[in-house]
């Protein structure tokens, strides 16, 4: 189930939270304490879906001004007006909470725990100690420090399902998302989703229409397995739209998240056998090839890995973005013997720049600061170097940008003169957000044929996708999710 906390700070906004989250909330938490002058009876007549009735002092994270006894009676008259659950915190004063795992119906009766700060290296005592209360339902939350600790809440929830325990299990923080995730898949009594961005009550929550539409966490599933994108930022990756998509359109119950890695080698040893595949983005590419029993030749000869693979019980690594990209390119024009110029010099320009050539096309690659780096791209490729400022002066078949320029939000930047082009060029962005850059438009504008960044996107996708699987990709639906998203 998905609920959605109603944190408006005044009766008018929680009525309109109450009537826009019911329209996608299987549950709803009526955070009293951030709710001014709340009037409890109305609140509820308001809502047809099942409600929760939380009232959190500061010490438990929330914003009740009170002391315990008024913050109480409130909980008391919810479950005197219908409320389906009220959730009372365990660190309550125990001739407070004592009455509540008494007087009361135990299956209305959410009894919680909350850390802010991190999560215990064991949480098994803690919920011994919390199923020897009377209460059918419990709820730990903690923050997670660490990727690691996301395991740590999962196992928990695996073994409370085992004991036929109801118990919401879930880790706070960008670090925690991917249990907001997978609690639901793993046997979490519900996870919690924001009614959008912005009105969060917790820290990582994710927006529940984004929970309920791409990651289907709603979905009955008796057997699935994880994929996901690891890398530093990953908070802008896009891959969990079209793998999720992707998954949905062959009728698979498996799911992909993202995973935001600070150390590869640790969250390789810690994961191995939790994943059964990766999406592998800066700055994991290189970091993450020692760790592997094998690394495809295409791979090893460029130097970085973009998919990992469980083949036979090994792990391997390929690089997409090569194939992804020649792909793209071929599919309007043939390589060989082209003038191909590539503008950037990083890992990108390096992949891309690697299929050029197999392609047995004529490349120059450009730098701009850094000479240096430049010049060993250069070497590695066994192609010409020139300054990004001299790149208009050369003869140019297929122009390539390998550079963040022009990405969003730096959509009024361009790496290219629009005085350089020439009807008749092939200029290809790996840029994809905007879909449109610059840079495209004003090759458009010039006669020149357009290739965006979203058909290596996809193509490297799709890619992955079949070494995954073993599956044709439904690429038609995987383009569809990334133009939902970025028109």
Request: net charge negative; glycine share 8%.
């Amino acid at each position: 189930m998905i609920c959605i906390p109603i944190v408006g700070a005044s009766m008018p906004k929680a009525l309109d939270q109450i009537a826009a989250a019911e329209k996608v909330a299987d549950i709803l938490e009526l955070r009293l304490d951030l709710i001014d002058s709340f009037n409890l009876k109305v609140l509820l007549k308001a809502a047809t879906k099942p409600v929760i009735v939380t009232n959190r002092s500061k010490l438990d994270g929330g914003q009740f001004k009170g002391n315990d006894e008024e913050r109480l009676q409130a909980l008391r008259d919810a479950l005197a007006a219908g409320a389906n659950y009220v959730d009372i915190e365990v660190s309550t004063p125990r001739e407070y909470l004592q009455p509540f795992l008494e007087g009361y119906e135990t299956s209305r009766i959410i009894l919680s725990y909350h850390e802010f700060s991190n999560t215990p290296d064991d949480l098994n005592p803690l919920y011994d100690t919390m199923s020897a209360l009377p209460g059918e339902i419990l709820k730990i939350v903690t923050y997670a420090r660490d990727l690691g600790d996301n395991l740590k809440m999962l196992q928990l929830l695996e073994r409370a399902k085992k004991e036929n325990k109801k118990l919401i299990g879930l880790c706070m923080g960008d670090m925690g998302e991917i249990s907001r995730v997978l609690s639901p898949l793993y046997g979490g009594f519900l996870t919690f989703g924001s009614l959008e961005t912005g009105q969060e009550s917790a820290p990582g929550q994710i927006p529940a229409n984004v929970l309920k539409e791409i990651y289907r966490v709603n979905n009955k599933r008796k057997n699935f397995k994880v994929y996901g994108v690891i890398g530093n930022p990953v908070s802008k990756s896009m891959g969990y739209l079209i793998h999720n998509r992707a998954f949905r359109e062959i009728n698979s119950d498996d799911i992909y998240v993202s995973f935001l890695v600070e150390n590869v080698e640790n969250f390789f040893i810690t994961f191995k056998d939790f994943f059964s595949g990766l999406s592998v983005t800066m700055p994991a590419k290189e970091k993450i090839m020692p760790l592997l029993d094998n690394v495809d030749s295409t791979a090893r000869s460029i130097g970085a890995v973009n998919t990992v693979v469980q083949e036979e019980g090994r792990w391997v690594g390929y690089n997409t973005d090569c194939s992804g990209a020649i792909a793209a390119l071929e599919t309007y024009t043939s390589l060989k013997d082209k003038n191909v110029l590539i503008i950037g010099s990083g890992g990108t320009a390096k992949a891309i720049g690697y299929g050029v050539k197999e392609k047995d096309a004529r490349l120059t690659v450009t730098y701009n600061r850094n000479k240096e780096r430049g010049e060993t791209l250069a070497q590695e490729l066994g192609c010409k170097l020139v300054h990004c400022r001299d790149a208009g002066t050369r003869s140019i078949d297929i122009l390539i940008n390998c550079s963040p320029v022009g990405m969003n939000p730096n959509i009024n930047e361009t790496p290219f003169l629009a005085r350089d082009f020439k009807e008749g060029m092939v200029v290809f962005d790996s840029v994809y957000n905007p879909l449109e850059t610059r840079l495209l438009r004003e090759a458009k504008a010039a006669g020149c044929t357009v290739i965006s960044g979203s058909e290596l996107f996809i193509n490297q996708a799709a890619q992955q996708f079949e070494l995954w699987t073993g599956k044709v990709a439904p690429i038609d639906a995987m383009r569809q999710a990334l133009m939902e998203k970025l028109t």
